[in-house]
């Protein structure tokens, strides 16, 4: 059983649409990051949120943190090609230099 | 400054036999922690090492090994492979031991046969 469950596990979707990515678990994370990792590559940090209700901004992407902490979201608005990739997300739990991570979501942006 | 970067980039072993990994840290990183990506999965923790000494460990068997050296870089050693090592093995440093950013090199693909 994941400690952090991702959903849906694939999304294919046209160019301009809008999506949301899911991170879950039953578990308070002190901090969750976001990844993109494209074929053959490894992960690259998107965002880092830390306290509980927080949204980030990154151009089209936005990045949610649960009021608990428990949970969090990804939503891209008028998605494009060049946002396919398998985004992951990943928590720290308190005082613990142990990374838990989602098994990540596969994105394809069709033109 | 220079990122992190893994070798061999691609491998294939047979069961049984032993395989050794290696990164070198980003430039001002003293800690390195190494993950197991298997297809379709999200990276698991196999262990960190900070400043020569090894920081933690994932639910990995002995058989999973490492060492950082004092230029931090590091290696990582299978022993007796077994089909299902076979993965996408990830580096990655950071300044720090927990919380902070990951940097990850391009990862290092190991066929079991």
């Known amino acids: 059983t994941q400690l952090l469950e991702q959903s849906p596990q694939f999304l294919s979707i046209q160019e301009g649409e809008n999506l949301t990515v899911y991170c879950n678990s039953s578990?308070?994370?002190?901090?969750l990051q976001w990844y993109r990792q494209e074929p053959g590559e490894g992960p690259v940090l998107l965002v880092t949120?830390?306290?509980g209700g927080e949204v980030k901004k990154l151009k089209r992407l936005t990045f949610q943190f649960g009021d608990a902490r428990k949970d969090s979201s990804l939503h891209i608005t008028a998605a494009q090609p060049g946002d396919t990739g398998l985004y992951l997300c990943?928590?720290?739990?308190?005082?613990?230099?142990?990374?838990?991570w989602g098994a990540g979501t596969k994105l394809i942006i069709k033109p | 400054e220079t990122g992190v970067t893994q070798s061999p980039t691609h491998l294939i072993k047979t069961r049984g036999q032993q395989v050794t990994l290696r990164c070198s840290s980003q430039?001002?990183?003293?800690?390195v922690s190494w993950y197991q990506q298997a297809l379709g999965q999200g990276p698991q923790f196999i262990f960190q090492?900070?400043?020569?000494?090894?920081?933690g460990r994932g639910n990995f068997p002995p058989r999973f090994s490492g060492l950082q050296f004092p230029n931090y870089s590091s290696e990582l050693n299978v022993n007796a492979l077994e089909l299902d090592d076979s993965a996408l093995y990830l580096c990655?440093?950071?300044?720090?031991?927990?919380?902070?950013?990951?940097?990850f090199g391009e990862g290092s693909r190991l066929t079991v046969l």
């Open positions: 990655a440093s950071s300044f720090r031991t927990g919380g902070g950013e990951l940097f």
């Open positions: 430039s001002g990183h003293n800690t």
């Open positions: 090492y900070y400043r020569e000494e090894e920081n």
């Open positions: 578990s308070v994370f002190s901090s």
């Open positions: 949120v830390v306290t």
């Open positions: 990943a928590g720290y739990m308190d005082s613990n230099y142990q990374l838990i």
